[in-house]
Protein backbone atom coordinates (compact mmCIF):
# COMPACT_ATOMS: atom_id res chain seq x y z
CA UNK A 1 0.00 0.00 0.00
CA UNK A 2 1.31 3.41 -0.84
CA UNK A 3 1.10 6.52 0.89
CA UNK A 4 -0.94 8.04 -1.86
CA UNK A 5 -4.08 6.90 -3.23
CA UNK A 6 -5.02 5.77 -6.70
CA UNK A 7 -7.28 6.24 -8.75
CA UNK A 8 -9.18 2.59 -7.41
CA UNK A 9 -8.05 3.15 -3.21
CA UNK A 10 -7.13 5.31 -0.68
CA UNK A 11 -3.75 5.25 -0.01
CA UNK A 12 -2.40 4.73 3.75
CA UNK A 13 -2.26 8.49 4.92
CA UNK A 14 -5.65 8.98 4.18
CA UNK A 15 -6.82 5.62 5.24
CA UNK A 16 -5.24 6.35 8.92
CA UNK A 17 -6.38 9.49 9.34
CA UNK A 18 -10.27 8.16 8.05
CA UNK A 19 -9.80 5.41 10.92
CA UNK A 20 -8.62 7.42 13.70
CA UNK A 21 -10.65 9.93 13.28
CA UNK A 22 -13.80 7.90 13.27
CA UNK A 23 -12.88 6.32 16.53
CA UNK A 24 -11.98 9.47 18.22
CA UNK A 25 -15.77 11.03 16.73
CA UNK A 26 -16.90 8.06 18.39
CA UNK A 27 -14.91 8.60 21.81
CA UNK A 28 -16.02 11.87 21.73
CA UNK A 29 -19.43 11.40 21.21
CA UNK A 30 -19.37 8.97 24.11
CA UNK A 31 -17.43 11.16 25.92
CA UNK A 32 -19.80 14.39 25.45
CA UNK A 33 -22.64 12.87 25.84
CA UNK A 34 -21.60 11.19 29.16
CA UNK A 35 -20.45 14.86 30.52
CA UNK A 36 -23.57 16.13 29.60
CA UNK A 37 -25.72 13.30 31.45
CA UNK A 38 -23.04 13.09 34.39
CA UNK A 39 -24.79 13.28 38.04
CA UNK A 40 -22.19 15.38 39.35
CA UNK A 41 -19.21 17.73 38.75
CA UNK A 42 -16.65 14.66 39.28
CA UNK A 43 -18.27 12.65 36.81
CA UNK A 44 -18.36 15.25 34.40
CA UNK A 45 -14.86 16.74 34.53
CA UNK A 46 -13.98 13.05 34.43
CA UNK A 47 -15.78 12.51 30.74
CA UNK A 48 -14.27 16.33 29.79
CA UNK A 49 -10.77 15.45 30.37
CA UNK A 50 -11.61 12.43 28.20
CA UNK A 51 -13.46 14.77 25.59
CA UNK A 52 -11.30 18.08 25.09
CA UNK A 53 -8.09 15.93 24.50
CA UNK A 54 -9.89 14.12 21.35
CA UNK A 55 -12.02 17.23 20.47
CA UNK A 56 -8.23 18.55 19.65
CA UNK A 57 -6.73 15.50 17.95
CA UNK A 58 -10.23 15.34 16.08
CA UNK A 59 -9.50 18.94 15.00
CA UNK A 60 -5.93 18.25 13.91
CA UNK A 61 -6.91 15.50 11.98
CA UNK A 62 -9.57 17.16 10.29
CA UNK A 63 -7.21 20.28 9.06
CA UNK A 64 -4.55 17.62 8.32
CA UNK A 65 -7.13 15.48 5.93
CA UNK A 66 -8.01 18.82 4.65
CA UNK A 67 -4.47 19.88 3.81
CA UNK A 68 -3.62 16.03 2.51
CA UNK A 69 -6.67 16.51 0.16
CA UNK A 70 -5.56 20.16 -0.83
CA UNK A 71 -1.60 19.72 -1.44
CA UNK A 72 -0.79 16.09 -1.39
CA UNK A 73 -2.91 13.52 -2.36
CA UNK A 74 -6.31 13.31 -4.73
CA UNK A 75 -8.76 11.35 -3.86
CA UNK A 76 -9.90 7.69 -5.79
CA UNK A 77 -12.57 7.52 -8.34
CA UNK A 78 -16.15 7.32 -7.01
CA UNK A 79 -17.84 4.08 -6.77
CA UNK A 80 -19.70 3.12 -9.58
CA UNK A 81 -23.53 3.91 -9.47
CA UNK A 82 -25.98 6.32 -10.04
CA UNK A 83 -25.00 10.14 -9.77
CA UNK A 84 -27.46 11.08 -6.80
CA UNK A 85 -25.41 8.59 -4.75
CA UNK A 86 -21.99 10.37 -5.90
CA UNK A 87 -23.60 13.85 -4.97
CA UNK A 88 -25.21 12.40 -1.93
CA UNK A 89 -21.40 11.33 -0.80
CA UNK A 90 -20.38 14.31 -1.50
CA UNK A 91 -21.94 16.21 0.40
CA UNK A 92 -22.48 14.15 3.07
CA UNK A 93 -18.43 14.35 3.55
CA UNK A 94 -18.72 18.24 3.45
CA UNK A 95 -20.57 18.48 5.80
CA UNK A 96 -19.17 16.14 8.08
CA UNK A 97 -15.83 18.68 7.47
CA UNK A 98 -18.69 21.99 8.29
CA UNK A 99 -19.80 20.00 11.35
CA UNK A 100 -16.49 18.53 12.88
CA UNK A 101 -14.87 22.32 12.43
CA UNK A 102 -17.77 24.14 13.82
CA UNK A 103 -18.56 21.36 16.96
CA UNK A 104 -13.92 22.36 17.43
CA UNK A 105 -15.22 26.12 17.06
CA UNK A 106 -18.11 25.99 19.78
CA UNK A 107 -16.16 23.69 22.05
CA UNK A 108 -13.37 26.28 21.71
CA UNK A 109 -15.83 28.73 22.59
CA UNK A 110 -17.17 27.06 25.57
CA UNK A 111 -13.76 26.90 26.97
CA UNK A 112 -13.16 30.17 26.60
CA UNK A 113 -15.95 31.64 27.33
CA UNK A 114 -16.49 29.89 30.73
CA UNK A 115 -12.77 29.45 31.79
CA UNK A 116 -13.13 25.82 32.05
CA UNK A 117 -10.10 24.47 30.83
CA UNK A 118 -7.89 24.78 34.07
CA UNK A 119 -10.97 23.69 36.36
CA UNK A 120 -11.21 20.35 34.01
CA UNK A 121 -7.56 19.84 34.20
CA UNK A 122 -6.64 21.07 37.53
CA UNK A 123 -8.83 22.60 39.69
CA UNK A 124 -11.21 21.88 41.52
CA UNK A 125 -14.62 19.79 39.69
CA UNK A 126 -17.30 21.62 42.12
CA UNK A 127 -16.19 24.76 40.63
CA UNK A 128 -17.10 23.47 36.88
CA UNK A 129 -19.08 26.42 35.00
CA UNK A 130 -22.64 25.51 33.84
CA UNK A 131 -22.25 25.30 30.27
CA UNK A 132 -25.68 25.66 29.01
CA UNK A 133 -25.06 29.25 30.15
CA UNK A 134 -22.95 30.18 27.16
CA UNK A 135 -24.03 30.78 23.70
CA UNK A 136 -21.73 28.04 21.76
CA UNK A 137 -23.30 25.15 24.00
CA UNK A 138 -26.39 25.08 21.74
CA UNK A 139 -24.64 24.86 18.05
CA UNK A 140 -22.24 22.47 20.13
CA UNK A 141 -25.16 19.86 21.12
CA UNK A 142 -26.94 20.52 17.90
CA UNK A 143 -23.85 19.52 16.08
CA UNK A 144 -23.27 16.17 18.23
CA UNK A 145 -26.66 15.19 16.99
CA UNK A 146 -26.11 16.02 13.62
CA UNK A 147 -22.98 14.21 13.47
CA UNK A 148 -24.38 10.87 14.76
CA UNK A 149 -26.96 11.25 11.74
CA UNK A 150 -23.92 11.77 9.56
CA UNK A 151 -21.88 8.90 10.32
CA UNK A 152 -25.13 6.38 10.47
CA UNK A 153 -25.96 7.53 6.81
CA UNK A 154 -22.25 7.04 5.84
CA UNK A 155 -22.02 3.66 7.68
CA UNK A 156 -25.25 2.71 6.52
CA UNK A 157 -23.90 3.59 3.34
CA UNK A 158 -21.09 1.89 3.09
CA UNK A 159 -22.51 -1.11 4.79
CA UNK A 160 -24.77 -1.76 1.66
CA UNK A 161 -22.43 -0.86 -1.00
CA UNK A 162 -20.30 -4.01 0.74
CA UNK A 163 -22.99 -6.25 1.05
CA UNK A 164 -25.68 -5.88 -0.96
CA UNK A 165 -23.84 -4.34 -3.92
CA UNK A 166 -20.87 -6.33 -3.22
CA UNK A 167 -18.88 -3.47 -4.91
CA UNK A 168 -15.46 -3.63 -2.49
CA UNK A 169 -15.75 -0.25 -1.55
CA UNK A 170 -14.88 -0.79 2.10
CA UNK A 171 -11.85 -2.62 0.69
CA UNK A 172 -10.85 1.18 -0.79
CA UNK A 173 -10.80 2.54 2.92
CA UNK A 174 -8.59 -0.26 4.23
CA UNK A 175 -4.78 -0.69 5.01
CA UNK A 176 -4.07 -4.02 2.69
CA UNK A 177 -5.90 -5.33 -0.74
Known amino acids: MTLRSSTQSYGSVAVAIHWLSAILILVLLA ?88 VIFAGDPAALPDFELYPPRLPHGLGARLLIALLLLHGGAALYHQFALRDGSLRRMWFSR
Not at 80 to 106: C, D, K, N
Request: glycine share 10%; net charge positive.
Open 31 to 118: SGFRADAAAGDAAKAMALRIHVPAGIAVLLLTLARIAWWLFADSKPDPVSGPAWQERTARVVHLLFYIILLGMAASGVGMLVLSGAAP
